[in-house]
Nanobody, 118 residues
Framework: QVQLVESGGGLVQSGGSLRLSCAASGTIFSMDVMGWYRQAPGKQRELVATITSNGNTNYVNSVKGRFTISRDNAENTVYLQMNSLKPEDTAVYSC????????????WGQGTQVTVSS
């Protein structure tokens, strides 16, 4: 059974940094697109950043220049380095990964809380 295990969330002051990790276990298959969503209380889920297996990245405008997504293909792991954090970044962050081969299943992490205090 494939699992995405996240780590790295927590409480940080405004202007601080956190690094989220998400590792896929229980599979021998490579992952294609991997990324991070976030959902704040009372708000819709938002796609924060994605990265393809060949390293192409995309970010939502609100995090450009502050967040960096990266991955280790050999370990099926994706990271999100978050710098200059703001209170509006407070949310539950969830990772996802889409299998590179058919069937192109999408897997989800359990979510990790990021809280930025002002």
């Amino acid at each position: 059974q494939v699992q995405l295990v996240e780590s790295g969330g927590g409480l940080v002051q405004s202007g601080g940094s956190l690094r989220l990790s998400c590792a896929a276990s229980g599979t021998i298959f490579s992952m294609d697109v991997m990324g991070w969503y976030r959902q704040a209380p009372g708000k819709q889920r938002e796609l924060v950043a994605t990265i393809t297996s060949n390293g192409n990245t995309n970010y939502v405008n609100s995090v450009k220049g502050r967040f960096t997504i990266s991955r280790d293909n050999a370990e099926n792991t994706v990271y999100l380095q978050m710098n200059s954090l703001k209170p509006e970044d407070t949310a539950v962050y969830s990772c996802y990964a889409q299998r590179a081969t058919i069937p192109r299943y999408v897997y989800w992490g359990q979510g990790t809380q990021v809280t930025v205090s002002s």
